[in-house]
């Protein structure tokens, strides 16, 4: 790739990373959430690795990271479901809302998020389900340019 492509390309990822985490956390109150903010960090990662390739990329996520963030958002969904189960009888209830007046208040209250539209465990959802996101759209793209590489190898290889 040439020079000026990989001059823009890191600061231009930055921005989207960072217009996907606005988007995670104003999830609740505006068109958006979770999975659009973790399909935007996403991209900004996969505009990385395709422009500078998997060796070369600035942004780099070993296997261990990706695994300890995915296990992260699947174990806070649970928990957040749980809670709501166990609290309510109901899985992922809001607890911050209570709507129906069956969570007792200090439950309630460690949940309540401090905005106008009381959102209660639906910013922490988003924040799980973005980590998701990210992490499965990126995966893919890793692992796809990971055996184009080694596929490349092999061909090279049997031309020689």
């Known amino acids: ?31 958006g959430g979770g999975f659009q903010g ?24 070993s296997h261990d990271f990706m695994a300890g963030l995915e296990s992260a958002g699947a174990l806070g969904y649970v928990f957040l479901g749980l809670a709501g189960l166990f609290t309510s009888g109901f899985f992922l209830y809001n607890l911050g809302t ?10 309630s209250a460690a949940f309540n998020y401090p905005d106008a539209l009381h959102a209660g ?25 990971g055996v184009k590489g080694i596929g490349k190898d092999y061909i090279d290889d049997e031309e020689i």
Do not use: W
Request: charged share 5%.
């Open 1 to 31: 790739m040439s020079t000026i492509l990989k001059i823009f390309v890191f600061p231009a990822s930055i921005i989207i990373m960072c217009y996907g985490v606005l988007t995670i956390l104003g999830g609740h109150i505006t068109p």
């Open 98 to 107: 209570d709507l129906y007046h069956i969570v007792p208040p200090a439950i």
């Open 38 to 61: 973790g399909a935007m960090i996403a991209a900004g990662i996969i505009f990385c690795l395709v422009v500078y390739g998997l060796d070369e990329s600035p942004i780099k996520l």
């Open 121 to 145: 465990i639906i910013p922490y959802l988003n924040f799980v389900v973005g980590l998701k996101v990210l992490v499965g759209l990126s995966a893919v793209v890793i692992t796809f340019m």
